[in-house]
């Protein structure tokens, strides 16, 4: 009988621990899913659903992919002024100066659906390099 016993405990700590572990697994999967569900919602909210330009030339705030774009494109900028530096030993006065030499195209120049331009300005050894205001 202590056999039959010892048996039962063995098959009920298996089951307990495939069941436990089944439930944890399922339980982190729903909580990935919700977690791309909320972030896929949220760029196709953003994107399909932003605001309209409000009148008098004022724009609609940027979305969030926009402000991915701009990350991406200050940091091409970045990169490309510390070339140009590198070549010609200072930063250049404008950032016209970079698609000229090669470096990027016209379309890194200017925000990502707005056509206008970075805040970009030369400080003697450095320099600032802004998103401009929508």
Not at 4 to 33: K, P
Not at 37 to 65: C, N, Q
Not at 97 to 122: C, I, K, M
């Amino acid at each position: 009988m202590s056999l039959v016993r010892t048996r039962q405990r063995a098959r009920l700590r298996a089951f307990v621990r495939t069941t436990s572990f089944a439930a944890l697994r399922a339980t982190a999967t729903a909580l990935l899913v919700l977690a791309f569900l909320s972030v896929g919602t949220r760029i196709y909210l953003d994107r399909f659903w932003a605001p309209e330009p409000v009148g008098s030339g004022v724009s609609a705030p940027p979305t969030s992919l926009e402000w991915l774009q701009t990350v991406e494109h200050m940091e091409e900028l970045e990169a490309a002024l510390e070339v140009f530096r590198l070549r010609h030993r200072a930063y250049p006065d404008a950032l016209v100066r970079l698609p000229e030499d090669g470096l990027v195209g016209r379309r890194a120049l200017a925000f990502p659906s707005y056509d206008t331009p970075y805040y970009y300005r030369r400080a003697g050894a450095t320099f600032e390099l802004l998103p401009p205001r929508y």
